[in-house]
Every structure is written in structure tokens, then in C-alpha cells.
């Protein structure tokens, strides 16, 4: 059975940091590219990052670059998100994607809320 778990969303005050854990199980997640997207109500679900199987390549939302890092753990099969410097705007449910094979995994997604 495929699982993608996030974890570490939460309360956070503007300037702060979170770190999103997604944990994996069910697939050999060394051949997936795993991404980060987030959704806010009324918006389409858009890219924050994305890193490649091995974890050579990475890719970020042209806002979000200098201020999240996205990174890999093929041995824990979990992809984090380092989350840097935050603002209002990037409240959001945060979602965990697994792609490859014509395959396309979604975990169940955080909330991360950015508020004083």
C-alpha cells in the first residue's frame, strides 16, 4: 500500500522556519522525483520545489528561491522541506507528490499557517 505521510506543518510567526517532513512507503522511492506543491482555498495547487530521484537536481517556484530548500533521504524513503523566513502568503496546505513510471503518488497534506 502506498503512503506519503506529511509532517511539520503548524503555527509559525512571519520571519520563522518549519521544516516538512514527507515519510514513504509502498514504492522504491529512489526512482520517484518527489515534489512539494501547496494549495490555498479558492487557488489551483501550485509547485513550491521539486528534487530528482537521486537528489542531483532540484527545482523551486521562482518566489519561494533563497528561502526554501527542498532535500532528500533515499535511505528514510522521506523528502523534506526547509522552510525559511516566512510570510502570511505562504499559508497553505502543503502536499507531498511522488511521480515516475506514469505513476503519480499525493500524501493527504500540513497545514502550515504563517501568523502573528
Known amino acids: 500500500q502506498v503512503q506519503l505521510v506529511e509532517s511539520g506543518g503548524g503555527y509559525v510567526q512571519p520571519g520563522g522556519s518549519l521544516r516538512l517532513s514527507c515519510a514513504t512507503s509502498?514504492?522504491?522511492?529512489?526512482?520517484?522525483?518527489m515534489t512539494w506543491y501547496r494549495q490555498t482555498p479558492g487557488k489551483e495547487r501550485e509547485l513550491v520545489a521539486s528534487?530528482?530521484?537521486?537528489?542531483?537536481?532540484?527545482r523551486y517556484a521562482d518566489s519561494l528561491k533563497g528561502r526554501f530548500t527542498i532535500s532528500r533521504d533515499n535511505a528514510k524513503s522521506t523528502v523534506y522541506l526547509q522552510m525559511n523566513s516566512l510570510n502570511p502568503e505562504d499559508t497553505a496546505v502543503y502536499y507531498c507528490?511522488?511521480?515516475?513510471?506514469?505513476?503519480?503518488?499525493w500524501g493527504q497534506g500540513t497545514q502550515v499557517t504563517v501568523s502573528s
Open positions: 507528490n511522488a511521480k515516475a513510471l506514469g505513476r503519480n503518488y
Open positions: 509502498g514504492f522504491t522511492f529512489s526512482n520517484y522525483a
Open positions: 528534487i530528482g530521484s537521486l537528489g542531483r537536481t532540484t
